[in-house]
């Protein structure tokens, strides 16, 4: 099982906070650190300081890590045409040595979208700006050195590119779609993915899906075993009741719900909803860290959680 440390930095981060964190993840041995890609807080925090650019966070912690991977869950398609984004992303894998991976979705979040003047199209069109994105990133990437890329697409229009620059793994960054769609997402994620996740649902969700995808990837052709399946769930661990109800105080959640729904209590109880997910399949859990002052939450997870799973 792979253990991957996810921030919400939206809800209200600066770039050193975010840089403690992933040097903690690093030092505690976590295999990534992955953020999150928006640009307005959520619920009643007032997202002080503001919003911090995935990518360009990504790049610079790019330079002051040398070992997790690095990544976003995820991009919005609507953010980014999707040739400077190969671009920055290339360039960003580069800059790592070649530990970036691309989650990449429709986007959802209408009111960030209009807090930055960004325009937001109906649902279908989000999927065919998404899917389209998805064979131009991965075009520009696979094209050899020396040869053109051409796409023509409803939204999106490629001639005669150089599709350059290349990022430094081979064919390509690792490419992350999820959600919970019953067709189009597990059909995209067959044709694209290396990877598939699901955030935040419970098990008999993530368990149908699993299977969907499954599914789609044997109509594409291709081996279910190839895809990496991951979910992503709050954390919030203490070795006490009292230290599990401060850190559930802290990022404003009930300890039950937590429990119901996230990897929740003590260290023996998340090692033992993980395995419940693992059960079904996933490989690869992402923890979402909300308090990010609150380090010692990652020692006790990568001392007491992580040798118990991995």
């Given at each position: 099982m792979d253990f991957r440390i996810?921030?919400?930095?939206?809800?209200?981060?600066?770039?050193?906070?975010?840089?403690?964190?992933?040097?903690?993840?690093?030092?505690?041995?976590?295999?990534?650190?992955?953020?999150?890609?928006?640009?307005?807080?959520?619920?009643?925090?007032?997202?002080?300081?503001?919003?911090?650019?995935?990518w360009t966070t990504l790049a610079g912690l790019a330079r002051e890590t040398s070992r997790i991977r690095l990544g976003t869950l995820v991009t919005s398609a609507t953010f980014r045409y999707p040739g400077p984004l190969a671009i920055s992303v290339a360039q960003v894998d580069q800059m790592s040595g070649g530990r970036v991976e691309l989650g990449l979705g429709a986007g959802w979040f209408e009111q960030e979208h209009l807090a930055y003047g960004i325009p937001f199209p109906s649902l279908g069109e989000r999927f065919e700006r998404l899917s389209e994105s998805l064979e131009i990133i991965t075009g520009l990437w696979q094209t050899p050195v020396g040869d053109r890329f051409d796409h023509d697409g409803t939204h999106f229009t490629v001639k005669d590119s150089p599709a350059l620059p290349k990022p430094v793994q081979s064919p390509r960054p690792p490419i992350i779609v999820g959600g919970m769609g019953p067709k189009r997402t597990p059909a995209l994620a067959a044709r694209f993915a290396d990877e598939f996740n699901i955030p935040f649902q419970p098990l008999d969700a993530v368990s149908a899906q699993y299977e969907r995808v499954r599914a789609?990837?044997?109509?594409?052709?291709?081996?279910?075993?190839?895809?990496?399946?991951?979910?992503?769930?709050?954390?919030?661990?203490?070795?006490?009741?009292?230290?599990?109800?401060?850190?559930?105080?802290?990022?404003?959640?009930?300890?039950?719900?937590?429990?119901?729904?996230?990897?929740?209590?003590?260290?023996?109880?998340v090692v033992e909803t993980i395995e419940r997910y693992r059960a079904v399949g996933a490989s690869r859990v992402y923890l979402q860290v909300l308090d990010l002052a609150d380090l010692d939450h990652l020692e006790l997870v990568a001392k007491e959680v992580v040798p118990q799973i991995s």
């Open positions: 996810f921030t919400e930095p939206q809800q209200g981060a600066s770039y050193d906070q975010l840089l403690a964190v992933a040097k903690a993840t690093e030092d505690l041995g976590f295999d990534a650190f992955f953020r999150s890609d928006h640009y307005l807080a959520m619920g009643d925090g007032d997202g002080l300081p503001g919003p911090t650019d995935a789609a990837c044997v109509d594409a052709g291709r081996d279910p075993s190839a895809m990496t399946f991951s979910v992503a769930l709050v954390l919030c661990c203490g070795a006490t009741e009292v230290e599990i109800a401060r850190r559930a105080n802290a990022i404003g959640r009930d300890v039950d719900e937590l429990r119901a729904n996230g990897a929740a209590g003590t260290p023996a109880e």
